[in-house]
């Protein structure tokens, strides 16, 4: 929690329906799916085939079990949300959300496995946790023993109409998306005249060319500045990520810390207010650096030209994954307008994110492609997986000396794997130095520390 922010949550647990006396591995599994877990990606050497009611996707390496899980549990959302599962070797269960966290496994009581999955993101939007359960899985539950649910808090925040006159920033993160509560920004900012930045993981909650729109914050060091943050008296964070966000946040202003749901009900009694008629500094430098690339066509492409070309080359039903870093970089500072939720770029750096996002989107039936930088240690491992499961998938490498045939073919080579009906892996040279200008206008990448 941080210092000096207010916090209007509550969480408390439900006991769902009694059953008869069941084995520990019964229990468990009840307990998974009633956190909304539908499968589990089993590595080799666990000891969980006990485990009932979710679909088993054996893989080769707990490193691809743990990517997959990791990009099954942060692709959901309302009204489905759930944490990805690996088993992992002996008797680990990996509950996660949040690509690239490092997890320590935890021995857990069995009177206590019922809250420890239920709780398993207590306090995060995105989280992850290792558990080690018990040895016997035949043995009898305890009697009683039931899984658990988190309730959403029933506190209601309402601001004082007299903070109406303060200079108002709304800082958005995924946790929006992920309750299902994006279309409350925008009636918010209107309501309100508070201008909004929303960090890399609620890009398009609201259009680019809105009003009140201030840019994104968490990415680069000079953000909140540039983007008009730090001078703001009141500051609002929902659905932030604290990976996401950093330390981007100011010291200085009065900090307010809510929960999704809550937006409706805000600024209820606020005077009408106009929203900011001056788009910030952030917005308009970063608008300038995309226009001047817009038409470039030289080789490498410059990555501002390569984005483009993606989105040209994909239906608007596609979604777009991409590694952290270098690629990342660009589409996390939203060269394109597009709806909340299309990209996704992790918080933190995670090995094999964007090739193991695209087969859990494969699985659920939605369309993606992948974008990675070449040399990944999980790419071909996961691409093995896909290929086993029959499933179509686009992977597109980006690298300043990838083999991608001319400039021009760019979109038409995309297209060509789009089309195709198995696993499809294509290329292009871009210019990754590019991410030199980003730093000249807005500092240093903050985001994935291994990044410089």
């Known amino acids: 929690m941080r210092c000096g922010t207010v ?90 959300s949040q690509p690239g966290e490092e997890t320590q496994s935890l021995s857990v009581a069995v009177e206590d ?55 108002t920033m709304i800082v958005v993160g995924p946790g929006v998306l992920r309750d299902g509560a994006g279309a409350d920004v925008a009636d918010f900012v209107t309501r309100s005249g508070a201008g909004v930045m929303t960090t890399m993981g609620a890009i398009g909650v609201v259009p680019f060319d809105h009003p009140a729109w201030c840019g994104v914050v968490g990415i680069q060091a000079d953000d909140p500045a540039l983007g008009g943050l730090d001078e703001c008296e009141l500051v609002i964070a929902v659905g932030v990520d604290d990976d996401e966000l950093g330390e981007s946040l100011p010291i200085n202003a009065q900090l307010l810390e809510v929960e999704p749901w809550h937006l409706p009900f805000l600024a209820t009694d606020w005077p009408a207010i106009e929203a900011h008629a001056d788009r910030s500094s952030l917005v308009e430098a970063c608008a300038a650096v995309f226009g001047d690339y817009r038409e470039a066509t030289g080789s490498p492409l410059h990555p501002v030209r390569a984005v483009l070309d993606v989105f040209d080359a994909i239906d608007s039903d596609v979604q777009v ?112 130095a590019a991410a030199a200008e980003l730093v000249e206008l807005a500092g240093p990448v903050v985001a994935w520390p291994t990044f410089n």
Do not use: K
């Not at 489905?80 to 680990?92: I, K, S, T, Y």
């Not at 558990?131 to 309402?158: C, H, K, M, T």
């Not at 193991?356 to 691409?383: F, H, K, W």
């Open 113 to 167: 496995l019922p809250a420890a999955i239920a709780g398993w993101s207590l306090g995060r939007v995105f989280g992850a946790v290792e558990i080690e359960l018990p040895s016997d899985l035949f043995a009898e539950a305890p009697e009683g023993a039931q899984p658990l649910v988190l309730q959403r808090s029933d506190q209601l925040l309402r601001l004082s109409a007299g903070l109406a006159d303060f200079r």
């Open 321 to 432: 994954f991409v590694e952290a870093g270098p690629a990342g970089l660009w589409f996390a500072r939203g060269v394109v307008p597009v709806p909340m939720g299309r990209v996704l770029v992790p918080a933190r750096s995670a090995d094999g994110f964007a090739v193991a996002a695209a087969i859990i989107a494969a699985l659920d039936g939605t369309r993606s492609v992948a974008i990675t930088t070449p040399g990944g240690a999980l790419e071909n491992e996961l691409l093995d997986v896909a290929a086993s499961l029959n499933l179509a998938i686009v992977v597109e490498h980006w690298g300043d000396d990838v083999d991608g045939g001319e400039p021009s073919q760019h979109r038409s080579n995309l297209v060509a794997a789009m089309n195709d009906s198995g696993v499809s892996v294509t290329g292009v040279a871009v210019d990754l």
């Open 7 to 96: 916090v209007a949550s509550r969480t408390s647990f439900s006991i769902t329906d009694l059953v008869p006396s069941e084995s520990v591995a019964s229990l468990v599994s009840r307990c998974l799916r009633a956190v909304g877990a539908t499968r589990a990606f089993a590595a080799p050497g666990h000891d969980l085939d006990a485990l009932e009611g979710l679909a088993l996707i054996p893989v080769a390496s707990e490193a691809a079990a743990i990517a997959l899980a990791d990009a099954d549990g942060r692709l959901s959302t309302a009204p489905d949300v759930r944490p990805g599962v690996a088993l992992l070797p002996g008797r680990r269960v990996r509950l996660s």
